[in-house]
C-alpha cells in the first residue's frame, strides 16, 4: 500500500500542458502538484471540486485547498481545471515546491487559519450570491483540515507525504517514517 496519490502524472495524461505560472499562484494553495495561479472569479471551481477548490485573494480567484488523493478526486479537479476560461491552473507543483518552501508553508498556516476567520462575511455573501457553492462550508473545511483533521485526513500528514515524496520521488509505506514539519 503506498500513501501518495501522483496527481500530477494522471492530470499530464488528460492535458500535457498547463498555463498558470508559479509565479501567480496565490499564497492559499497547499503544496502539492496542484496550483490555482491568476485563475478566474467565475464561481465555477466548487462547483466542480467542491472538496478541493475554494475562492481568496484580493479577486477571489480559485486555489486548490486540497491535493487530489484519488483519481476520482483527480478527475473532480480536472473539471474545475477545464471550466476554468483563465487557464490558470498548473501541476507541475512537484518541479516547484521544495521541502524548505513546504514547511515555510506550514509555519505561515496561522495567517491563514486568520485569513479564512476574517473572510466568512466575504462567504456569506458569497452563498447568498449563488447558493450552490457552499463557500462557507468550504472555508471551514480547510481551516479543520489545516487544524487537525476532516473526515478525509490531516493536512499536516498530507504534507509530511508530499516532503517524502519530494525528497525520496517515490511514495512512502506505512513503514517509512515520514519527514518532520
Known sequence: MTLYFDAAAVLFQVHPSCNGRWEDR?????????????TDNCATGRLEA???????GQYFTEYVYRQPGTPDEAREVLSAIEADPM???????????????VREWW??????LEYLRDQVHEWERY?????????????LDF???ISGGTHSGSL??????????????RSPTPANRLPEL
Open 156 to 169: 499536516e500528514t498530507d504534507l509530511q507525504i508530499y516532503l517524502y515524496w519530494l525528497q525520496e520521488r
Open 26 to 38: 496565490l499564497w492559499l494553495n497547499v503544496p502539492g502538484p496542484v496550483y490555482g495561479a491568476e
Open 127 to 139: 452563498d447568498r450570491w449563488i447558493p450552490n457553492q457552499r463557500a462557507v462550508e468550504g472555508a
Open 107 to 112: 509555519r505561515d498556516r496561522k495567517r491563514i
Open 87 to 101: 487557464d490558470g491552473y498548473a501541476w507541475d507543483g512537484d518541479q516547484r515546491w521544495t521541502p524548505e518552501l
Open 143 to 145: 481551516a479543520a483540515y
Open 50 to 56: 467542491p472538496h478541493h477548490i475554494h475562492y481568496g
